[in-house]
């Protein structure tokens, strides 16, 4: 008996940082799209806790107890009064330490997966506390489509888009750390006045009408000057993409996995092979967004 779950990586379209807070954390306006790239998450009863891991970055996860997919599953279990003896599985496809939510999507589906295969009967309210308690982004990775997180990213609301918006995605050579990013962001505005996040309402609007040109008009992430500031070879892959058409290019949340929105299937396809042809990154990949968040396979199967 076992279930899995598959879970969407995240570009943000908007991420508004504002000033460190006591507590370390940053206030954001952070504009979550969940694209076209998944990891699978499959639980299986076992004798005690245990995660593996297969896909091309598998030796970057940390097969421990600080997983994602792990600490979801003794959370859940904790709340139930039971152990946590699963073993985990992750199929990863999505970039490790990439800035597209790969170790949040673990843990979401993790959670989805136990919750499911233990017949928890939790609520959403519960699943999402849950993931609020993991990590900013884990709460999204659940729900998917596209939302504005607020407080630390991880209050949604769920935003409508009224189209298909179709991306590149450049992986880098290696991976970046949250924290040092946004340590960084700190060193970066030190002495400014640092603004209160605010959703674009033009990009809101973008996302509503499905209007790519409308929504890289108005695209931003304050994290992208910081994670340039620590890999500043992310400039020539972002230029590589907007000389070959892209209608906008940035950093993906904290990086460095960059993001190239493109007007269609075929524009996508001439900035992927642009990026691959250029040697400015480890692979490319295109897919389109929104896509939807943690879904059960096929359900609990004997
Ligand atoms: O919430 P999560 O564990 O994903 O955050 C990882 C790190 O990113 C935090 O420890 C913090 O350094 C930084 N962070 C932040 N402000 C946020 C979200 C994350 O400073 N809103």
Request: aromatic share 4%.
């Amino acid at each position: 008996m076992s279930v899995t779950v598959r879970v969407p990586a995240k570009v943000n379209v908007q991420l508004a940082v504002g000033a460190a807070r006591p507590d370390g954390f940053h206030d954001l306006a952070n504009v979550f799209l969940a694209v076209g790239l998944y990891d699978e998450v499959t639980v299986t009863p076992a004798e005690e806790l245990r995660v593996t891991c297969e896909g091309a970055d598998a030796e970057q996860v940390p097969l421990d107890r600080t997983n994602l997919a792990a600490r979801a599953a003794i959370a859940l279990a904790e709340r139930r009064g039971i152990e946590p003896a699963v073993h985990l599985h992750i199929a990863k496809d999505i970039p490790v330490a990439g800035g597209m939510a790969g170790g949040s999507a673990d843990g979401a589906g993790a959670l989805l997966a136990c919750d499911a295969l233990w017949r928890t009967g939790a609520s959403r309210a519960e699943l999402l506390a849950i993931c609020a308690e993991l990590g900013s982004d884990v709460p999204f990775s659940l729900v998917g489509g596209a939302a504005l997180g607020t407080g630390r990213g991880e209050q949604l609301t769920a935003l409508e888009v009224g189209g298909t918006f179709h991306w590149v995605f450049a992986m880098a050579g290696r991976g970046l750390s949250t924290p040092a990013v946004f340590r960084e962001f700190d060193r970066l505005t030190e002495g400014l006045e640092v603004p209160e996040p605010v959703a674009s309402q033009e990009l809101l609007d973008a996302l509503a009408k499905g209007d790519a040109d409308a929504l890289a008009a108005a695209v931003s992430n304050d994290l992208q000057p910081a994670a340039l500031s620590l890999f500043p070879e992310l400039a020539d892959t972002l230029a590589t993409g907007r000389a070959a058409g892209a209608l906008a290019a940035l950093v993906s949340g904290s990086g460095p996995t960059t993001a190239f929105l493109a007007r269609d299937a075929r524009s996508a396809a001439k900035v992927a092979e642009a990026l691959e042809a250029s040697g400015t990154c480890r692979t490319v990949r295109t897919t389109s967004g929104p896509a939807p968040g943690a879904t059960v396979l096929g359900g609990a199967s004997a």
